[in-house]
């Protein structure tokens, strides 16, 4: 599809272990971002990358959090140590340069952490 | 982290009945969004605003971005089922154009 894709969907981690979000943007959008959404909640903004250059990581709640978009495409969010707090719905969204207001979700991961 | 007064929290109405909900924030924005997000699926944009006082339709939406550059809001009109979800303000912050900032959602229910 033309849409932006996650994988996986769900994910259920035991407290301490490393996980791995991959983001699919749409073809041609520059901008990508990844949320955070805490039931109840809005998103949170985490991070943004401009191709492959990330320009804004101020959200990223801790230093397990680290994300990635190493050609410019897809892009991979990695929680390391994963603690029962990171449990939410990680959204990645893109847009086209100029536009970055206009984003484009993903349907998300959720993550559960035991 | 930093999110948006969005009201009402919730609303219950009946089919075909009008619906009026809105944002405020303590900060500037240079853009205003509308989002409607269903059960296990991601943000959806309806409306986005880009001057102030602009006021922009999308069918039986209409959204305007406040004169202050500080609230919007969002109308829906002759409500259908169909509506049901909950909606969501963003605003990006005029001091970093790229990251929005949120409201806590407006989940709306819509009885046939």
């Known amino acids: 599809g033309a849409g932006v894709s996650q994988s996986p969907r769900y994910k259920v981690a035991k407290r301490g272990q490393d996980v791995a979000l991959r983001c699919d943007p749409i073809?041609?959008?520059?901008?990508l971002f990844w949320y955070q959404q805490a039931l109840g909640q809005g998103p949170e903004f985490l991070t943004y990358?401009?191709?492959?250059?990330?320009?804004?990581k101020s959200g990223l709640p801790s230093d397990r959090f680290f994300a990635e978009r190493p050609e410019g495409s897809v892009s991979t969010l990695k929680i390391q140590r994963t603690q029962q707090e990171d449990s939410a719905v990680y959204l990645c969204?893109?847009?086209?340069?100029?536009?970055?207001?206009?984003?484009?979700f993903g349907p998300g991961t959720r993550l559960t952490v035991t | 982290g930093q999110q948006l007064n969005q009201s009402p929290q919730s609303m219950f109405i009946q089919e075909g009945e009008d619906v009026s909900m809105n944002c405020t924030s303590s900060?500037?924005?240079?853009?205003w969004l509308w989002y409607k997000q269903d059960p296990g699926e991601g943000p959806v944009l309806l409306i986005a605003?880009?001057?102030a006082g602009e006021l922009t339709s999308n069918g039986r939406l209409t959204a305007q971005f406040g004169i202050t550059r500080k609230d919007s809001f969002l109308n829906i009109s002759a409500s259908i089922p169909s509506d049901v979800g909950i909606y969501f303000c963003?605003?990006?912050?005029?001091?970093?154009?790229?990251?929005?900032?949120w409201g806590l959602g407006t989940s709306l229910a819509v009885n046939p």
């Open positions: 900060s500037i924005f240079n853009t």
């Open positions: 963003a605003g990006q912050d005029a001091g970093n154009n790229r990251k929005l900032i």
């Open positions: 073809s041609g959008h520059v901008s």
């Open positions: 990358f401009q191709n492959e250059a990330q320009l804004d």
């Open positions: 969204a893109s847009s086209l340069e100029g536009r970055h207001g206009e984003q484009y």
């Open positions: 605003l880009y001057k």
